[in-house]
């Protein structure tokens, strides 16, 4: 039905920076929301930011002043840019969305697959 489709991860030293992107496609009536998620060895699933439809976005504290995340609605694209990076974001991330499908009353929640980012010197 909905594919999210990530990009953007890969290698980066300490200090650095990437941007991840997460492109929906199937036939989707409206995306209520978007978001990136991230889970590292050992440890659970963790919220990393997420956007709403009108563009209003919240942050993990841990990801403050160092990651936005913004979204093209045009392109049902949602973007994660990082800065500053640590070691301790290492993980692989996820995208999710909530999206309203033709027909349907109430949003069904989709993911995608992951992409590894690893921050090491």
């Known amino acids: 039905q909905v594919q999210l489709v990530e990009s953007g991860g890969g290698l980066v030293q300490p200090g650095g920076s990437l941007r991840l992107s997460c492109t929906a496609s199937g036939t989707i009536s409206s995306i209520n929301y978007m978001g990136w998620y991230r889970q590292a060895p050992g440890k659970e699933r963790e919220l990393v930011a997420g956007?709403?439809?009108?563009?209003?976005?919240r942050n993990a504290d841990s990801v403050k002043g160092r990651f936005t995340i913004s979204r093209d609605n045009a392109k049902k694209t949602v973007y994660l840019r990082m800065n500053s990076l640590k070691p301790e974001d290492t993980a692989v991330y996820y995208c999710y969305t909530n999206v309203l499908l033709p027909g349907a009353y109430y949003g069904m929640e989709f993911w995608g697959k992951g992409t590894l980012v690893t921050v090491s010197s």
């Open positions: 956007i709403t439809s009108d563009g209003s976005a």
